[in-house]
């Protein structure tokens, strides 16, 4: 098993300074790749280009890219610029968003995802392995057929023959899909005990092009906070956790919080949305349950995070990609070493 860092988003004033602080500390400390990512502020493609400037050895990945934000032809093109650029160490990690972001900020109607993520896929994937690009859909079509446009041939060359592709998915369908056609999963929420449940729907994915696991990359997001009062450690997750469980999505279409009810926490999920649609933020956050945040974070001493790694090796995690919670960057470099101390304690690391 191997470690990730997820560096989020860029907010303003010196943060992506303390992002490229926390990366280098991570490739120093031989973490396999750093993940950015994209709601509406900063795009992850910039962000990643200016990483991969200032690293040699570090992957850099996107997670995600949004489709609704892109054509499948644009994001072949920054793909492959962005692997020429790192020297082969560019990861493309895509999602759908949600309804609210797609239609609200991109204006793309949230319709079918599983079928245009199957074409955009088929799209991007044939581009950069530099076929002249032909496409019937039903979301795309290349060339129209009714203009003057050519089918077209990406003239960028990226270093390897293959880009690897991995899927943000949360509900059952979505991991099937993540399984047939992706190079590996983007996982969010990631409890160890409940991961066999999604890895199922995963090799039912992979089944259908004969595929086992082996070579598909299972990467479970977790919140890291270190310290021997574990439920102060976890209080900074649970504006995160509330965020997602509460309001990222609407009333009726929040993957997250069906997510957190899958996982067990029906009445728990259903408190924490009424109090967040309700502006009652603090009181969601507060309705968040310890358990709940345990079960998906690396907390306290460098023996439990440990216990916590074999957890997840054994679950069929090959990388855990960390986003460090304390609120100062030293602190958080801090705990980056400490976690990559307890990944060689548990001996599960590769």
Do not use: C
Request: charged share 20%; hydrophobic share 45%.
């Amino acid at each position: 098993m191997r470690l990730g860092l997820n560096i989020g988003f860029v907010f303003g004033g010196d943060d992506h300074l303390d992002h490229l602080r926390l990366v280098k500390e991570a490739e120093a400390l031989g973490f396999s790749v750093t993940w950015a990512a994209e709601a509406y502020g900063s795009d992850a493609a910039t962000v990643l280009s200016w990483i991969a400037a200032q690293t040699t050895s570090i992957d850099v990945g996107a997670a995600v890219f949004q489709i609704p934000a892109r054509t499948p032809a644009m994001t072949a093109m920054t793909a492959a610029t962005l692997d020429r650029l790192s020297n082969g160490r560019f990861r493309l990690g895509l999602g759908l968003s949600g309804p609210q972001v797609s239609e609200g900020w991109h204006g793309v109607r949230f319709s079918q995802p599983l079928l245009r993520t199957r074409e955009y896929v088929d799209i991007v994937n044939a581009a950069l392995r530099r076929e002249t690009v032909a496409y019937e859909g039903k979301y795309f079509t290349l060339p129209l057929p009714d203009g003057p446009g050519k089918a077209l041939k990406l003239t960028v060359r990226p270093i390897r023959d293959h880009v690897p592709v991995y899927l943000a998915a949360i509900g059952p369908k979505n991991l099937e899909l993540a399984g047939e056609i992706a190079d590996g999963w983007l996982g969010i929420l990631n409890d160890p005990a409940y991961l066999g449940e999604q890895l199922t729907h995963i090799k039912a994915g992979r089944s259908v092009r004969d595929l086992d696991l082996d070579g598909f990359d299972v990467v479970v997001n977790t919140p890291l906070m270190t310290g021997d009062d574990l439920q102060a450690a976890a209080d900074p997750i649970r504006g995160y956790a509330a965020l997602y469980i509460g309001g990222m999505g609407s009333r009726e279409k929040n993957f997250y919080n069906a997510l957190a009810v899958r996982m067990g926490y029906v009445a728990e999920a259903k408190q924490i949305q009424d109090l967040y649609l309700e502006k009652k933020h603090r009181e969601a956050m507060a309705a968040v349950p310890f358990g709940f945040l345990d079960s998906i974070s690396l907390l306290g001493s460098k023996e439990r995070m440990a216990d916590k790694f074999t957890a997840y090796a054994e679950a069929g995690a090959t990388t855990v990609s960390l986003t460090p919670f304390a609120s100062t960057v030293e602190q958080r470099i801090a705990d980056l070493r400490t976690a990559a101390e307890a990944l060689e304690l548990s001996g599960v690391g590769n």
